[in-house]
């Protein structure tokens, strides 16, 4: 797979509470995040490795070959430096869809989420 972006930002969460959050997205029903357009699909759990790795299935059906991974490493105090890396295999999506894709996980990730844990 080629890796079609990535970003990296700090969450105020610990990485245990991120790992769990990324892993059961619909945990918390008080404080929903993972709220995804029309054109978008909740991602399965294809792999998980506590406390540093998650790997989604799928979120658009454009690319349902996509993968999106969740690499966690703790920041050295109370939050985690999450990075999300977009993984496709080619061909890559075309200009317009590939920046579609990427502002739609830095939305839900470093926008949505983060603003769950109080930010």
Do not use: C
């Not at 406390?51 to 920041?75: G, I, M, N, Q």
């Not at 999450?82 to 839900?108: M, Y």
């Amino acid at each position: 797979m080629l890796e079609a972006g990535s970003r990296r930002r700090n969450q105020p969460a610990p990485p245990h509470v991120v790992f769990g959050v990324l892993t059961d997205p619909a945990r918390d029903p008080t404080r929903p995040w993972l709220l995804l357009l029309d054109d978008e699909r909740s991602p399965r759990l294809i792999d998980a490795r506590e406390p540093d790795l998650v790997v989604w299935s799928s979120l658009w059906e454009k690319r349902p070959d996509a993968r999106v991974r969740f690499d966690l490493t703790s920041d050295g105090a109370a939050g985690t430096d999450l990075r999300w890396t977009l993984l496709v295999e080619e061909p890559l999506p075309d200009p317009p869809l590939l920046g579609h894709l990427r502002k739609r996980l830095n939305q839900l990730i470093n926008a949505n989420l983060r603003y769950t844990f109080g930010q």
